[in-house]
């Protein structure tokens, strides 16, 4: 087949919100002069890849802005899209290595179906959503990993955490590594599908993209505590600007953003559900609720609603969804977490950790399935003690785009 530069096929769609209509739900506004946007007047692009080593969002918006060294799939194009100059496909055949399979033999017309972003070879887990494993659970501690406020899975095994001065990775019941020296927050952080990491750094009141070599890249600046964030299947990023009561959704590269909401008294932990059509907020402020809106895939909002009431302490930190669509939730100063089934109808405590003296729960993440790190084991981090703590519950987590 044809390819854009070398051996590339590639998913592209709008990297910045003006470009195809979407998030038209709120405020727009730039990025920081230091965020990483490429740009060609007003058609910037960003290309999602769906098989390359290292995943994800690629910025670019000319052939030369695509690295050479990575190999991906166009599974197409954004309707009404219109190729950006100097982003076409070029005259003549992409040289090759050896033998090229079928789908390279393709015309330069041909698309294939968008597939998502790939995973790890890990195994497949059953589980039956009528019949999961009832709570309260205990905790066990792990030796070694190290997570303050939240923590995320690398493709490499590693569990990736903080100790509030700097962000370490840790295998499974192993010693932390400094993975991004001298980096000070407490708060949010999840893999994008291209293997970067986002980071709310709260002290800065920045959103911080770091590349796999640990190099800070800033998105975003002048936040008022950046608190909770979760990425979608596309790469999107959307964060629970807590001071402000903003629920933003940005792109991690350009740093343009729309603002979702406003109507939530200091929002904090926020997930989607496992089609991610949903999106879910609770709110730090005492009221006891769980919000909840439906995001298009173009990223417009619709309707926040008061999706449960009444929902433990009041005081509702970091969340988290499994497979079969129930909705777990850190009571803050409880050291519980609790689940609501899908309707969000009722709660329980689900996860119990009073028995480890000191501890404290903020947030919670499903295991990668890759390392040791099980696919239906919730991981969480100890707030006070700087540790992580895992439960089996026998379930997987929602779909996530990386690993």
């Known amino acids: 087949m044809r390819s854009l530069n070398t051996t590339w096929r590639l998913v592209v769609a709008c990297a910045v919100v003006s470009a195809c209509g979407g998030g038209d739900g709120g405020a727009s506004a730039s990025a920081d002069a230091n965020a990483d946007a490429t740009t060609s007047g007003d058609s910037a692009v960003t290309i999602f890849t769906a098989d390359a080593p290292k995943g994800g969002i690629i910025d670019a918006s000319s052939p030369e802005d695509v690295a050479e060294d990575q190999s991906s799939e166009v599974v197409g194009l954004p309707d009404g899209f219109v190729w950006p100059d100097g982003l076409t496909w070029p005259d003549g055949e992409a040289e090759t290595d050896g033998a090229e399979s079928d789908a390279q033999d393709d015309a330069k017309d041909d698309v294939v179906e968008d597939t998502g972003p790939v995973e790890p ?8 959503c009528d019949n999961l494993p009832e709570g309260p659970f205990s905790l066990t501690k792990l030796d070694g990993p190290m997570a303050s406020e939240d923590l ?23 010693e932390p590594q400094v993975f991004v020296p001298n980096m000070k927050f407490r708060a949010g952080l999840r893999y994008l599908p291209n293997g970067h990491l986002v980071v709310c750094n709260n002290n800065k009141g920045e959103l911080v993209r770091v590349d796999e070599e640990g190099v800070q890249h800033t998105v975003l600046t002048g936040l008022s505590y950046p608190n909770g964030l979760t990425v979608d299947m596309d790469g999107w990023v959307y964060l629970t600007e807590h001071d402000a009561n903003k629920v933003l959704r940005i792109n991690p590269f350009t740093g343009e953003y729309t603002v979702l909401t406003e109507a939530i008294s200091s929002p904090n932990g926020v997930t989607f559900s496992p089609d991610y059509k949903t999106l879910y907020i609770g709110g730090f402020s005492g009221k006891k609720i769980i919000y909840a809106m439906s995001i298009s895939p173009d990223g417009v909002p619709g309707k926040l609603i008061e999706w449960a009431t009444k929902v433990g302490s009041g005081w509702l930190d970091g969340m988290a969804v499994d497979a079969c669509g129930n909705v ?32 404290y729960l903020p947030n919670l993440q499903w295991g990668s399935g890759v390392g040791g790190w099980s696919k239906t084991s919730v991981f969480l981090p100890d707030g006070w003690n700087k540790g992580v703590f895992e439960v089996d ?7 996530i785009p990386y690993p």
Do not use: C, M, Q, R
Request: charged share 25%; glycine share 12%.
């Open 121 to 128: 070879d890990v195994p497949v887990v059953e589980y039956d």
């Open 328 to 359: 777990y939730i850190a009571d803050y100063g409880t050291t519980k977490i609790l689940k609501l089934p899908p309707d969000g109808s009722s709660w329980e405590v689900f996860i119990d950790g009073s028995t480890w003296d000191g501890a």
């Open 393 to 399: 519950i026998g379930v997987p987590g929602k779909p």
């Open 152 to 174: 995320a899975f690398d493709p490499h095994g590693n569990v990736i955490g903080s100790n509030d001065k700097a962000i370490f990775k840790s295998g499974y019941n192993e």
